[in-house]
């Protein structure tokens, strides 16, 4: 028993520095590609310090790691398997009368204990660092448009705003927001602050109702407040905007920008507004299966790298064992655009991929250890 325990921590401690490694170069490698990516976007603003893109840059790694994490628990597990197979540890071990189960308990708890580590604390740190970043796109990198946001049930909106000067800005805030039968965004208790180009407040509107109209807001019973003024009614008053229903709803807060532990309150307040909540449900149930799918990766990788090197074909089984982590990637993202659709429950798309995957790492190490 103390020998199979021994064994296993080795196994774990072989297994946790190889994984952990593996992530770092892959998300190296990535991060890479995406400062290339974000210095090209810069090329044509001068105005744009690099040290910006260095930290939009940097907020990226922690996202990037939770994506990479179940191909780096996928190949750090290839390559330790193989390499305590081809020195012909784990062959004696088995030899020995341990079986592959014991010895893979802890390697397997430890890929588990990684994803867990990555859904409760990793992923706060990357949604807040994720947030950050898109803020810095939006201004230094980003062209035109408007930033929509919603908080505890409170519209907020910055836009441009041509009417008044060149290169206005127009804040839009609304205490209360419903979606009217699903073709109607409608608002209340409005509040509208007209901007010039230096951020100077030109007039503010208040109105207590609208809606979104074709290609404007459309405020009703509206009046309007110049700097030291009384208010002034001005009725119907339409304000242009480039937002459609759709772009508002894409433009609430991203999933990747919310952790997993403020999810079901946002979840919440979208199906209170009226708004679909399927991209936050499917992130939702993906960060709770993180763990499990951490741990199938690991008992994929031992079953496609733990075949004996005598009898041949090593670089084919560990062709094989990438080329199922691929499959299974591709099967989980068909998966998700079924999910975001509405096609498959969120709960199915999100674990359906897991299961497959557990059940053919569990066929897999069958056949290798009964044959």
């Known amino acids: 028993m103390s020998v ?7 196994v774990a401690r072989q297994f946790t520095a190889m994984v952990l490694s593996m992530i ?43 994506d990479i994490l179940p191909f780096g628990v996928l190949l750090g597990g290839i390559v330790c398997f193989w390499r305590l197979t081809r020195s012909s540890e784990l062959i004696v071990a088995r030899a020995a009368g341990i079986s ?3 010895f893979l308990a802890a390697p397997l708890a430890c890929a588990i204990l990684i994803g867990t580590l990555a859904t409760g604390a990793l992923s706060p740190l990357s949604s807040m660092m994720y947030r950050r970043a898109e803020v810095l796109d939006q201004t230094y990198l980003s062209t035109g448009g408007g930033k929509l946001t919603l908080n505890g049930g409170d519209l907020w909106l910055r836009q441009i705003d041509t009417g008044l000067v060149p290169h206005g800005v127009a804040i839009l805030h609304a205490r209360a927001i ?5 073709v109607r965004l409608e608002l209340q208790a409005i509040s509208i602050f007209r901007l010039d180009d230096r951020d100077r407040l030109l007039v503010r509107v208040e109105a207590p109702s609208g809606w979104l ?16 003024h009384l208010p ?13 229903l759709s772009r ?39 960060l709770l299966a993180l763990p499990i799918l951490a741990g199938t990766m690991a008992l994929v990788s031992a079953g496609f790298s733990m075949r004996p090197t005598r009898r041949g074909g090593v670089a084919r089984m560990i062709g094989s ?5 691929f499959a299974l990637f591709s099967i989980s993202k068909i998966a998700e655009q079924f999910g975001e659709s509405g096609a498959l429950p969120t709960v199915m798309a999100a674990w359906a991929p897991t299961c497959a995957g557990l059940c053919l790492a569990v066929s897999l190490l069958l056949h290798l250890e009964d044959g």
Do not use: C
């Open 4 to 10: 199979s325990i021994t064994l296993s921590f080795y």
């Open 213 to 228: 109209g074709d290609g404007a807001w459309i405020l009703v019973d509206a009046s309007t407040i110049l700097p030291d």
């Open 24 to 66: 770092a170069a892959l998300t190296g490698l990535v991060s890479l590609f995406d400062f290339i990516d974000l210095l090209r976007r810069v090329a044509t603003k001068p105005n744009v310090p690099t040290s910006v893109v260095l930290e939009i840059a940097g907020l990226h790694v922690p996202f990037f790691v939770m």
């Open 248 to 286: 508002v709803e894409e433009s609430f807060a991203s999933p990747d920008t919310l952790s997993v532990w403020a999810l079901p309150g946002f979840i919440r307040l979208l199906d209170r507004s009226g708004f679909s909540s399927l991209r936050h449900r499917l992130h939702f149930q993906t």
């Open 232 to 244: 002034r009614p001005a009725g119907r008053i339409s304000l242009p905007t480039d937002l459609t």
């Open 321 to 325: 064992g990438v080329a199922a982590g």
């Open 100 to 102: 592959a189960w014991q």
């Open 178 to 182: 419903h979606m009217q039968g699903r």
